[in-house]
Protein backbone atom coordinates (compact mmCIF):
# COMPACT_ATOMS: atom_id res chain seq x y z
CA UNK A 1 0.00 0.00 0.00
CA UNK A 2 1.69 3.83 -1.05
CA UNK A 3 1.90 6.16 1.93
CA UNK A 4 1.99 9.60 2.00
CA UNK A 5 3.19 12.21 4.61
CA UNK A 6 0.55 15.59 5.20
CA UNK A 7 1.12 17.98 7.87
CA UNK A 8 -0.79 18.02 11.12
CA UNK A 9 -3.29 21.09 9.35
CA UNK A 10 -4.51 19.05 7.00
CA UNK A 11 -5.78 16.09 9.42
CA UNK A 12 -9.13 16.44 10.67
CA UNK A 13 -11.20 14.32 13.00
CA UNK A 14 -12.82 11.59 10.71
CA UNK A 15 -10.88 12.76 7.21
CA UNK A 16 -7.33 13.89 5.64
CA UNK A 17 -6.72 16.35 2.69
CA UNK A 18 -3.66 15.66 0.60
CA UNK A 19 -1.93 18.69 -1.17
CA UNK A 20 0.78 19.15 -3.73
CA UNK A 21 2.65 17.17 -5.89
CA UNK A 22 1.56 13.95 -4.44
CA UNK A 23 -1.74 14.48 -5.45
CA UNK A 24 -0.62 14.42 -8.94
CA UNK A 25 1.28 11.78 -8.72
CA UNK A 26 -1.61 9.68 -7.26
CA UNK A 27 -3.58 10.85 -10.21
CA UNK A 28 -1.66 10.66 -12.94
CA UNK A 29 1.56 8.14 -12.34
CA UNK A 30 0.18 5.57 -9.68
CA UNK A 31 -3.85 6.54 -11.61
CA UNK A 32 -5.85 5.34 -8.43
CA UNK A 33 -9.28 5.94 -7.98
CA UNK A 34 -12.09 7.14 -5.42
CA UNK A 35 -12.29 4.52 -3.17
CA UNK A 36 -8.71 2.94 -3.63
CA UNK A 37 -6.49 2.77 -0.40
CA UNK A 38 -3.40 4.56 1.20
CA UNK A 39 -2.00 4.98 3.74
CA UNK A 40 -0.75 7.96 5.28
CA UNK A 41 1.53 9.12 8.11
CA UNK A 42 1.38 12.67 10.04
CA UNK A 43 4.97 13.96 9.71
CA UNK A 44 4.96 15.87 12.59
CA UNK A 45 3.88 13.02 15.38
CA UNK A 46 4.27 9.87 13.03
CA UNK A 47 0.96 8.29 13.74
CA UNK A 48 -0.25 6.47 10.64
CA UNK A 49 -3.68 6.02 9.29
CA UNK A 50 -5.24 3.48 6.57
CA UNK A 51 -7.59 5.95 4.57
CA UNK A 52 -9.94 5.66 1.46
CA UNK A 53 -9.61 8.88 -1.48
CA UNK A 54 -13.58 9.86 -1.16
CA UNK A 55 -12.44 13.04 -3.42
CA UNK A 56 -9.94 14.33 -6.37
CA UNK A 57 -9.69 18.00 -7.03
CA UNK A 58 -7.06 19.44 -9.34
CA UNK A 59 -4.80 20.62 -6.09
CA UNK A 60 -6.64 18.55 -3.48
CA UNK A 61 -6.97 14.76 -3.10
CA UNK A 62 -10.35 14.18 -0.04
CA UNK A 63 -9.80 10.96 1.98
CA UNK A 64 -11.81 9.15 4.78
CA UNK A 65 -9.79 7.43 7.61
CA UNK A 66 -10.64 4.38 7.55
CA UNK A 67 -8.78 3.37 10.80
CA UNK A 68 -5.48 4.12 12.82
CA UNK A 69 -2.81 1.94 12.78
CA UNK A 70 -0.18 1.61 14.89
CA UNK A 71 3.77 1.69 13.55
CA UNK A 72 6.83 0.66 15.11
CA UNK A 73 9.18 1.56 11.49
CA UNK A 74 11.12 3.71 13.58
CA UNK A 75 14.56 3.14 15.79
CA UNK A 76 14.97 3.62 19.18
CA UNK A 77 18.51 5.28 17.73
CA UNK A 78 18.07 8.74 16.82
CA UNK A 79 21.03 8.73 14.47
CA UNK A 80 22.00 12.59 12.92
CA UNK A 81 24.71 12.83 10.17
CA UNK A 82 26.87 15.56 10.27
CA UNK A 83 28.73 15.08 6.68
CA UNK A 84 31.13 17.31 4.94
CA UNK A 85 30.35 18.96 1.64
CA UNK A 86 30.84 16.60 -1.13
CA UNK A 87 31.20 17.55 -4.48
CA UNK A 88 28.36 16.57 -7.70
CA UNK A 89 25.45 14.73 -6.63
CA UNK A 90 26.97 12.35 -3.45
CA UNK A 91 25.30 14.05 -1.06
CA UNK A 92 22.26 13.29 -2.83
CA UNK A 93 23.49 9.68 -2.25
CA UNK A 94 24.03 9.82 1.16
CA UNK A 95 20.72 11.35 2.52
CA UNK A 96 18.72 8.56 0.19
CA UNK A 97 20.73 5.76 1.47
CA UNK A 98 20.81 6.77 4.91
CA UNK A 99 17.19 7.85 5.19
CA UNK A 100 16.97 4.24 4.12
CA UNK A 101 18.93 2.88 6.80
CA UNK A 102 17.86 5.21 9.65
CA UNK A 103 19.15 8.39 9.75
CA UNK A 104 16.79 11.00 11.13
CA UNK A 105 19.16 14.62 10.29
CA UNK A 106 21.47 15.12 8.23
CA UNK A 107 23.38 18.69 8.70
CA UNK A 108 25.64 19.63 5.98
CA UNK A 109 29.07 21.31 7.00
CA UNK A 110 31.84 23.33 5.68
CA UNK A 111 35.09 22.07 6.41
CA UNK A 112 38.48 23.81 6.01
CA UNK A 113 38.99 21.14 2.63
CA UNK A 114 36.04 21.28 1.48
CA UNK A 115 36.24 21.60 -1.81
CA UNK A 116 32.39 22.73 -2.51
CA UNK A 117 31.20 26.43 -1.55
CA UNK A 118 27.54 27.45 -1.92
CA UNK A 119 26.25 30.92 -2.54
CA UNK A 120 22.91 31.56 0.10
CA UNK A 121 20.71 31.54 -3.07
CA UNK A 122 22.40 27.98 -4.27
CA UNK A 123 22.53 26.27 -0.81
CA UNK A 124 18.87 26.97 -0.71
CA UNK A 125 17.99 25.42 -3.45
CA UNK A 126 20.28 22.60 -2.53
CA UNK A 127 18.63 22.39 0.78
CA UNK A 128 15.23 21.97 -0.54
CA UNK A 129 15.89 19.68 -3.78
CA UNK A 130 18.15 17.07 -0.82
CA UNK A 131 14.75 17.91 1.56
CA UNK A 132 12.57 16.10 -1.08
CA UNK A 133 15.32 13.60 -2.10
CA UNK A 134 14.41 12.58 2.17
CA UNK A 135 10.77 12.24 1.70
CA UNK A 136 10.76 10.51 -1.40
CA UNK A 137 13.21 7.98 0.42
CA UNK A 138 11.40 8.06 3.85
CA UNK A 139 8.08 7.25 1.34
CA UNK A 140 9.87 4.29 -0.13
CA UNK A 141 11.07 2.61 2.56
CA UNK A 142 7.83 2.68 4.54
CA UNK A 143 9.86 5.48 7.19
CA UNK A 144 7.31 7.13 9.62
CA UNK A 145 9.40 10.29 9.59
CA UNK A 146 10.83 12.86 6.96
CA UNK A 147 14.37 13.18 8.16
CA UNK A 148 15.54 16.95 8.61
CA UNK A 149 18.14 18.40 6.48
CA UNK A 150 19.36 21.47 8.25
CA UNK A 151 21.26 24.21 6.49
CA UNK A 152 25.19 24.58 5.88
CA UNK A 153 27.24 25.23 9.33
CA UNK A 154 31.22 25.66 9.70
CA UNK A 155 32.72 23.08 10.97
CA UNK A 156 33.35 24.95 14.44
CA UNK A 157 30.06 25.05 15.28
CA UNK A 158 29.75 21.04 15.78
CA UNK A 159 30.90 21.69 19.03
CA UNK A 160 27.82 23.97 20.50
CA UNK A 161 26.00 21.04 19.55
CA UNK A 162 27.44 18.04 21.31
CA UNK A 163 26.22 18.17 24.42
CA UNK A 164 22.49 16.97 22.73
CA UNK A 165 23.96 13.81 22.19
CA UNK A 166 24.71 10.40 23.95
CA UNK A 167 28.11 10.53 21.73
CA UNK A 168 29.25 12.06 18.80
CA UNK A 169 31.86 10.10 16.92
CA UNK A 170 34.21 11.43 14.42
CA UNK A 171 35.28 9.15 11.36
CA UNK A 172 39.04 10.09 11.23
CA UNK A 173 41.37 8.11 8.99
CA UNK A 174 44.45 8.99 11.54
CA UNK A 175 42.80 7.33 14.07
CA UNK A 176 44.98 4.57 14.93
CA UNK A 177 43.49 2.67 18.41
CA UNK A 178 40.11 3.78 19.12
CA UNK A 179 38.20 1.97 16.87
CA UNK A 180 33.99 2.39 16.35
CA UNK A 181 33.37 -1.39 17.84
CA UNK A 182 34.86 0.11 20.99
CA UNK A 183 32.84 3.12 21.77
CA UNK A 184 29.74 1.19 20.59
CA UNK A 185 30.23 -1.37 23.40
CA UNK A 186 29.87 1.46 26.06
CA UNK A 187 26.73 2.36 24.68
CA UNK A 188 25.30 -1.56 24.20
CA UNK A 189 24.12 -2.44 27.37
CA UNK A 190 21.99 1.23 28.35
CA UNK A 191 18.49 0.95 28.75
CA UNK A 192 17.40 3.87 27.29
CA UNK A 193 17.18 5.86 23.52
CA UNK A 194 20.32 6.68 22.07
CA UNK A 195 21.19 9.92 20.28
CA UNK A 196 24.12 9.91 18.22
CA UNK A 197 25.74 12.33 15.79
CA UNK A 198 28.40 10.80 13.22
CA UNK A 199 30.96 13.28 11.91
CA UNK A 200 32.13 13.22 8.26
CA UNK A 201 34.76 14.63 6.27
CA UNK A 202 34.74 16.12 2.74
CA UNK A 203 36.77 14.38 -0.02
CA UNK A 204 39.79 16.39 1.20
CA UNK A 205 39.75 14.95 4.36
CA UNK A 206 39.57 16.77 8.10
CA UNK A 207 42.38 18.92 9.37
CA UNK A 208 44.59 17.67 12.13
CA UNK A 209 43.24 21.12 13.77
CA UNK A 210 40.11 20.24 13.09
CA UNK A 211 40.13 16.67 14.91
CA UNK A 212 41.90 18.20 17.61
CA UNK A 213 39.30 21.23 18.24
CA UNK A 214 35.95 18.31 18.08
CA UNK A 215 38.59 16.20 20.22
CA UNK A 216 38.96 18.71 23.07
CA UNK A 217 34.92 19.48 22.89
CA UNK A 218 34.38 16.28 23.57
CA UNK A 219 34.05 13.73 20.32
CA UNK A 220 34.95 10.58 20.12
CA UNK A 221 37.66 10.00 17.06
CA UNK A 222 37.08 6.75 15.89
CA UNK A 223 38.68 4.36 13.41
CA UNK A 224 36.64 2.69 10.72
CA UNK A 225 39.58 0.38 10.09
CA UNK A 226 42.41 -0.72 7.40
CA UNK A 227 41.38 0.65 4.22
CA UNK A 228 40.32 4.33 3.52
CA UNK A 229 37.00 4.90 2.50
CA UNK A 230 35.07 7.39 -0.06
CA UNK A 231 32.82 10.34 1.89
CA UNK A 232 30.23 8.87 0.62
CA UNK A 233 30.78 5.65 1.49
CA UNK A 234 31.49 6.57 5.27
CA UNK A 235 27.95 7.79 6.44
CA UNK A 236 26.42 4.71 4.94
CA UNK A 237 28.91 1.96 6.73
CA UNK A 238 28.49 3.94 10.66
CA UNK A 239 24.84 3.88 9.83
CA UNK A 240 24.52 0.08 8.98
CA UNK A 241 26.94 -0.46 11.92
CA UNK A 242 25.23 1.38 14.26
CA UNK A 243 21.68 0.15 13.45
CA UNK A 244 22.82 -3.75 13.72
CA UNK A 245 24.66 -3.23 17.00
CA UNK A 246 22.33 -1.00 18.80
CA UNK A 247 18.53 -0.88 17.44
CA UNK A 248 15.93 -2.70 19.35
Not at 9 to 33: A, M, P, T, W, Y
Not at 61 to 68: M, V, W
Not at 117 to 127: A, N, V, Y
Not at 194 to 218: F, M, Q, S
Request: aromatic share 6%; glycine share 4%; proline share 2%.
Amino acid sequence: MRKFFVKQENIQEDKIEIVGSDVNHIKNVLRLKIGDKIQICNQETSENYICQIAKMEQTILQTQILEKIESNIESNIELHIFQGLPKADKMEWIIQKGTELGASKFIPVAFQRSIVKLSPKDESKKIERWQKIAEVAAKQSQRDLVPKVESVIPVKNICFFLSEYDILLLAYEGEKENFLKNELLTLKNREKNLKIAVVVGPEGGITEEEVADLRKAGAKVVSLGKRILRTETVALQICSVIMYELEN
